[in-house]
């Protein structure tokens, strides 16, 4: 079993950033390939970004390329998401995933989830 906490979120101006953090327990860190992803309210969880359990694998939705970044610190079983230039339409709940090994992109693929946190952009 893997515990995650997802923790950073808040409200920022259009323009502005914020850096998630998502502490793992429960099993090996630098064993889990790591995701982020988001849910607007009336959308589907989509996918953000993901990194691979060695790191050298990272992968973004082309909405938040070159504006936000995954990073991991195995020493400190966690992963980040550095958000900047932050946009309104970035404004959703943010969870954290995890799965074995490999990155992927679809949510089916992750079987560990944190309990999210809130994300939200004013204009």
């Known amino acids: 079993q893997v515990q995650l906490v997802e923790s950073g979120g808040g409200l920022v101006q259009a323009g502005g950033s914020l850096r998630l953090s998502c502490a793992a327990s429960?099993?090996?860190?630098?064993?889990?390939?790591m995701g982020w992803f988001r849910q607007a309210p009336g959308k589907e969880r989509e996918f953000v970004a993901a990194?691979?359990?060695?790191?050298?694998?990272?992968d973004y939705t082309d909405s938040v390329k070159a504006r936000f970044t995954i990073s991991r610190d195995n020493a400190k079983n966690t992963v980040y998401l550095q958000m900047n230039s932050l946009k309104p339409e970035d404004t959703a709940v943010y969870y954290c995933?995890?799965?074995?090994?490999?990155?992927?992109?679809?949510?089916?693929?992750?079987?560990?989830w944190g309990q999210g946190t809130q994300v939200t952009v004013s204009s």
């Open positions: 990194i691979s359990w060695g790191g050298r694998q990272i």
């Open positions: 429960g099993r090996a860190f630098s064993s889990l390939a």
């Open positions: 995933a995890a799965r074995k090994y490999e990155l992927r992109t679809a949510r089916h693929e992750y079987p560990y």
